[in-house]
């Protein structure tokens, strides 16, 4: 085994990555916290916001892939799975469609200077995109379902349900 891990190391330094970052589920969800809280002075779910979080980035693991030029995904700040709609993107392969109609494809995500900017770009897009005039802020768990059928691209249901697990099993209520 400690021969596996040091070549997967030794690979990825001569391919010019950086060793993984690796965090805990709660390590990773104290370190988007404070950025997520923002979201609650626009009338959202941090709780929510963190759990999406968690889920479009597999607690930050994700963030450790490249984007199709071979740099770390890590340093654009996009922990919230955004598609990319104007300024700066970056390229990154991804499943696209439900069921059997996924595919893989190439697909452009909005790239943040901050973490800071990501959270804030979320809320100003759930609150000021026709796409979510429809969203139910009277809790979060009405909250999530109103908004996932326009956020997720493949099955809206299983989505919230997922975000809705991770809120509970984390406490991220305790954000709100």
């Given at each position: 085994m400690?021969?596996?891990?040091?070549?997967?190391?030794?690979?990825?330094?001569?391919f010019g990555g950086q060793p993984c970052q690796a965090m805990s589920p709660d390590q990773?969800?104290?370190?988007?916290?404070?950025?997520?809280?923002?979201?609650?002075?626009h009338g959202l779910f941090p709780s929510v916001a963190i759990a999406q979080s968690c889920?479009?980035?597999?607690?930050?693991?994700?963030?450790?892939?490249?984007?199709?030029?071979?740099?770390p995904i890590r340093q654009y700040n996009n922990v919230l799975g955004k598609k990319?709609?104007?300024?700066?993107?970056?390229?990154?392969?991804?499943?696209?469609?439900?069921?059997?109609?996924?595919?893989?494809i190439v697909g452009k995500f909005q790239a943040y200077r901050s973490l800071q900017d990501c959270f804030e770009d979320y809320a100003v897009n759930i609150n000021n995109n026709p796409a979510y005039r429809y969203k139910d802020t009277s809790?979060?768990?009405?909250?999530?379902?109103?908004?996932?059928?326009r956020y997720a691209?493949?099955?809206?249901?299983?989505?919230?349900?997922?975000?809705?697990?991770?809120?509970e099993k984390y406490n991220l209520t305790q954000y709100d």
């Open positions: 400690k021969w596996i891990l040091t070549g997967v190391f030794l690979l990825g330094m001569l990773y969800i104290e370190s988007i916290a404070p950025y997520a809280q923002q979201v609650k002075k889920r479009e980035t597999g607690f930050g693991k994700h963030l450790d892939t490249m984007d199709i030029y071979g740099r990319w709609r104007s300024g700066h993107y970056f390229e990154k392969t991804t499943w696209e469609g439900a069921g059997t109609g996924r595919h893989m809790n979060l768990y009405r909250f999530i379902h109103s908004i996932a059928p691209t493949d099955n809206p249901w299983a989505y919230a349900s997922g975000v809705i697990r991770i809120i």
